[in-house]
């Protein structure tokens, strides 16, 4: 008798339970069947080698193809080597001082083997795998009998399941602990309902589960995965559409326009006509704002697009309002960077308070974590009396208690590094009952069941027209694996581009030096840290190298985190001003570092990146009139998936194109964030790529189902579902600050 929340101790027995707790974090029987199989191998068919990637913890189940043993020169002991096979690919197992395996891993016999992936001398290799043969079915009984067999098969199935697994804990370990789990579990009480369940057309809970473990066929499996989609797809709904309408429901400080104000006065200013997209979506704005709800929205828009207009315009709305607005950015570069554009789009009506100001003249306010404290007390000052019409900051606005006098809406920029959490907690802040309106700004564009998922508490607008007179920017991968030369010609480029009076960037994935974190750098989109690859390049390694070497002559300045940010600004002052050549960078520079100047991009060791943040960065170039210039360059092999991938960043500017890509490449974890993928509670099974149906389902009916039971108090089992699925990303995201 075992109910979901039991420890797996009793069940178990203690070391297992240990060995499941360490490995995989799993602690409860229901947690444990939650940890679902991967995929499954199918008895006869053979694992595809091929697909495979190194730093991976592989399951493959192969055919030994031979055998060879050899004694190691320098020390006393044997390698046995073992070549498995999927019949087209080949795979190396190295067992060290095991000769004795060699009685049982014979040619023809086929089996699980599990590790992680390795490459050794540019062939693929499992060091030390475990393995569990499988006999074939013929046999099996016979080998059971006999009982003097030295292998037991554990698959009685046809279907064998692949579990997520761990060094020590392989998957058939997994599978046998949740055999014996699920041979003395009651089941699970259903959270749908079953009318619910009919009309859904899914499998009860308890049926689901089994099946996904131990599936009679593939039509269990398919019957099984679409039913616990669902309560992914439900759960995550649910949560959303109360967010929605818990944020709706608030008060908010109401900022109709107003005519003759600093809005007016700046719209007569600008010196461009606003693009379509600005306008459509400037008076969808301008409208939310006015309303006595929060304004949730979140607008898309390719880089260089004109959003900084399209949130300033609703800033001065706010202003005009006699109230204020604060803009968040990521990076203390870019508030500081934000600030300067803002005051520059808006001249000499950013100088209130200074002699001459005009009337409807604001300030703009600069609020950053790193401050010193005289200066701080005085932005401090300018924010809590009021003066301060616009305040640009970094985070610590919101984390720090700063005072406002009235703030009445927020503006986000660059949204991906930012959380539904997050967001929750600037609605919060306002103290009072009243939140603001919130504003957010990314350049990513996103696929509609991202924004339906990670966004979902947010009204998403997309402008998706550039402003004219925007140049095309070429990119180019430099395979510098193949054609070495080519890296001299990338030097060459750069230095014809300084000489023809325009500056470059060049980007690295790392900052080097003393640091050993790399705050700046994102994980390849694999996620697989593969012990035997050098480490990426780093600023402070390639900007001297070029200095003194290949870029001799030229002005090279570096900027990245580690900087103290007086530091940062004067690098990035001095390279607005032209006073630097080229920038030698870390992604600092990847969200919204606006210097038209600006030409050519070099990104270092560009594997490293993942697709959408390559997108953003060579964002950076082709701003001004002259064209942009990106190069790739990589030392990945010609024909992996790493060098499809640049290839594809190259052929099309087209973010949509390359955010289903990102999608389609990278784990659903690394797109939802680490508050929102939640190890225990985040997607399993449902698929941002593949499951736009039901996550489309699943939030109509959400919405009804919210509209209808606000705190689902009719429902208890799905508010169960959803207090999970929060109380997990909470924890999660409280953890992390
Ligand atoms: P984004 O933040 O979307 O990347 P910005 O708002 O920084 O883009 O705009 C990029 C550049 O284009 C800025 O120099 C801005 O002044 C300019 N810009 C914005 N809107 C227009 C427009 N309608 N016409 C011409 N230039 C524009
Ligand atoms: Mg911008």
Redesign the pocket.
Known sequence: MTDWTDPLTPVLGGKTADALENALNLHTVGELLRHYPRRYAERGELTEIAGLEIGEHATVLAEVQRVAKRSMRSRRGSILEVRITDGRRGLNCTFFNQAWRERELIPGKKGLFAGKITAYRGQLQLANPEYQLIEPEMEQNQGDAAGGSSVVTEFTSALIPVYPAAQGLPSWSIARCVRQVLDTWDGAEDPLSGELRDQLGVADLTQALRDIHLPVDWAAVDAARERLKWDEALSVQLALAQRRQAADARPAPACPPRSGGILDDFDQRIPFALTEGQQTIGAVVSRDVSREHPMNRLVQGEVGSG??VVALRAMLQVVDAGRQAAMLAPTEVLAAQHARSLAELLGELATAGEFGAPDHATRITLLTGSMGAAQRRKAMLEVVSGEAGIVVGTHALIQDKVEFADLGMVVV?EQHRFGVEQRDALRARAGSQISPHVLV?T?TPIPRTVAMTVYGDLEVSALRELPRGRSPIKSTVVPVAEKPAWLDRVWQRIKEEVAAGHQAYVVCPRIGDQSSSGEDVEPPPTGNESSDRRPPLAVFDVAPELAEGPLRGLRVAMLHGKLPSDEKDTVMRAFGAGEVDVLVATTVVE??V?VPNATAMVIMDADRFGVSQLHQLRGRVGRGSAPGLCLLVTDAPAGTTTMQRLDAVAGTTDGFELARLDLELRREGDILGAAQSGKRSGLRLLSLLDDEDVIAQARERADKLVAADPSLSEHPGLAGMVADLVDEDRAEYLQKT
């Open positions: 959003k900084t920029d700004m350049a969200v919204g606006n």
